[in-house]
């Protein structure tokens, strides 16, 4: 098999390239052409059976952002214990693989929980999001998240743990943990700002 072209961090440099290439658009004037096209999404979203019920049926918003709020802890669990196991200050007398990959299996459907009932939120607050600048921060740092953990942190600890440089381990462990937080911070900040 040929070697990459970028050596054998591939994942690792393309994941930080995408991730700087999105923040430094998020910062640029570029970003509002794009913004001001994607207004009509925004419109339809509210329009959607999900934005009706999100903005008639309030009792149906609060229980849709409750399981939200249940999925975010849960990831936010999957991603301490996980990370903290590779820190080496969590679960020490439990297998590395044993924890990562449990933790791995609940953090998919915690995720997939925060996007879907994510959609349902955002389509009953369509508009009110679409000019909260910090939800295109939460979006900009759930997608890095997401990369992170996928393409990043993921393969490193598909190999054996032993063999992986515990600085290297650490790091990303440190990284994934604050990837999360920061999505979690911004996602409070989104209903702070409202």
Known sequence: MPPAILG???RTILTAAIIAAALGFSFTYARLSVY???MPFFEWMETTWFGYVGKTWGAAFATIQAGHLIGLAVLGGCVIVSDGRLLGVL???VPHRKVIDRADRVFFW???TLLATGVFMACGV???IYYLPVYWYKMLALGAG???HYYVRRPLVAHEIESINP???KMTAIASILVWFLVAATGRWIGFSG
Do not use: V
């Open 110 to 112: 915690a995720l997939i």
């Open 167 to 169: 600085i290297i381990l």
């Open 126 to 128: 369509a508009m009110k």
């Open 146 to 148: 997401i990369l992170f």
């Open 91 to 93: 679960l020490t007398d």
């Open 8 to 10: 054998p961090y591939t």
């Open 36 to 38: 001001t096209e994607l």
